[in-house]
């Protein structure tokens, strides 16, 4: 099955101020996982839109269901690469 999708909080955080997202830019992450660090860009950063690339299906349902929890669906777009 993999890993354990572990990215705590305070290096999400610091990963947001390295990259200086803006609203307007579009996050990309190859091997998203359970897509909490998209979650969280768009909750802390205010993102339109960003992308998952996943190739575990599991990891992919897990990622669309937090997605559908969180509301971001609109958002947040995986893919089962």
């Not at 768009?42 to 575990?56: A, D, P, S, T, Y």
């Amino acid at each position: 099955m993999g890993r354990a999708d572990f990215f705590d909080n305070r290096h999400k955080s610091l990963f947001l101020k390295i990259t200086q997202l803006k609203p307007s830019d579009v996050l990309y992450d190859l091997g998203c996982g359970d897509a909490s660090l998209l979650i969280y860009a768009v909750q802390k950063r205010k993102l339109k839109h960003v992308v998952g690339f996943e190739n575990m299906p599991s990891r992919v349902r897990t990622a669309k269901k937090k997605i559908i929890d969180a509301g971001l669906q609109n958002k947040i777009e995986i893919m089962k690469i």
